[in-house]
């Protein structure tokens, strides 16, 4: 018998095209690499938005998103308070992993970034908006651009309008609503990155609604019916709507709206005006318990949405409990970077829920509010003060650097001391530890799906179920202090 090598090479080559699709995600077909941005505000509640039911405020885009996007209506912030869920955003990671205990903690500069992993697959990154982890002088080991970002225009902490920002190390003052300048910094990153065919990551972190509030006069006059203070709350968020409007028509214009990954979340729960009534405070939080500082849901459930017309092809809602910690983990499966010293994540990748399959959620959701003091952060105070002492071609002043310590592993933590409030999410239950000013910590356990408001403690009624994530969440945090201690630094 005659054998046709020939003909039996063009077969297998025939098996493998026809076959070998079969085994790959509708992202990994996806070609060239999608582009990614990144949205963040600053203390929006997760009944802060008209999609999610709030009776006043004013979100055409963000509902415009909502409805053509996935939604995630169980998304956490890994925190309830700002810099510790920034450091979640960008490392897939519980914040006391790494320190970052409370607002104006810092990175550590040994962590890997969702920006440093991206850059290893071509992509170049920027960094626009509130960084809060650290100093946005140049020379800061965990400045944005020791962090990962080629290009940042970026805050130390939140700002109003016409706000002085760290231009890549340089101080200047952006003019304008203090959203829509953020936007458009970003945008002439987005589209130096479009004209130079490089996929970009783009990292948005808005200052607002976080006080002062102060709306420019045209969104507080959408609000003119209600009281002063909450004139300008609103008109901030509905200012935020607009810009995330206006960045969506520009990826339209530009022509790469439809390979491009626009992720939208908020940072906490809210710290609005001072509530006059429980109606009011009830539609911040959507009929949630508790706000900004607190790990009830009102402190940690965030909207978010992500629109990505390339894979997303028609409106999904989603119950999956996913949070902050999850961002890095689906950037990377969905870009193919690899982390080659990768530290123990929390996260997991989101992609199968954006490609339109059913998850689980594979693993709980740990939350530690560890009793650290904040560090206040005035933006303006510093950037100036970091202004006058900059001079031409020199942005790093003489003197320390700032943040030379955020490396340091100098504290050791104990296991046999886990101090602070904490919770454990596995699926639609919730265990809360909570710690009263005197005696021993109190658990209480919830069903979610049917108590959202967490009313109903199941504590005495399934003690089985108490007793395992009680089990859960002692291991989990047993893990954060080895993180701690450096242990996933040194393997």
Known sequence: MIID??????????????????????????????NIILCMTDDQGWGETSFNGHPILKTPHLDDMAASGLRFDRFYAAAPV????????????HPNRFACFSWGHTLRPQEVTVAEAVKSVGYTTGHFGKWHLGSVQENSPVSPGNSGFDEWVSSPNFYENDPWMSHNGVVEQLKGESSRVTVDAALDFIKKADKNEKPFLAVIWFGNPHTPHEAVPELKSLYSKQDASFQNYFGEITGVDRAMGHLRQQLRDLGIAENTLLWFTSDNGPRPPRFKTEAARSQATGGLAGWKGNLWEGGIRVPSIVEWPAVIKKPETTN??????????????????????????????????????????????????????????????????????????QPNPK???????????????????????????????????????????????????????????????????????????QGWQESVVDSLNGKDYAD
Do not use: N
């Open 82 to 93: 700002c810099s510790p869920t920034r450091g979640s955003f960008l490392t897939g990671r």
């Open 399 to 473: 003197g320390p650097v700032p943040d030379a310590d955020a490396a340091s592993l100098a504290t050791h933590y104990s296991k046999e001391d886990l101090p602070g409030a904490a919770a454990w999410i596995d699926g639609d239950f919730k265990l809360l530890k909570s710690v009263p000013k005197k005696g021993a910590p109190k658990f209480a356990l919830y069903h979610l799906s049917q108590d959202k408001a967490e009313q109903q403690d199941l504590s005495k009624k399934d003690p089985e179920r108490l007793k395992k994530m009680k089990a859960g969440l």
């Open 320 to 393: 999956v409990p996913c949070g902050t910690i999850d961002i890095y983990p689906t950037v990377l499966q969905i870009t193919g970077a690899k982390v080659s010293h990768q530290p123990h994540l929390d996260g997991v990748s989101l992609l199968p829920l954006m490609e339109g399959q059913k998850m689980a959620r594979s693993k709980p959701m740990g939350f530690w509010t560890y009793p650290t003091k904040g560090h206040p952060k005035r933006s303006t105070d510093i950037l100036l003060d970091l202004k006058s002492r900059q001079t031409p071609g």
């Open 5 to 34: 090598y020939r003909l039996v090479a063009v077969l297998l080559a025939f098996c493998c095209v026809s076959f070998t699709p079969s085994l790959l995600s509708a992202v990994e077909k996806q070609s060239p690499r999608p």
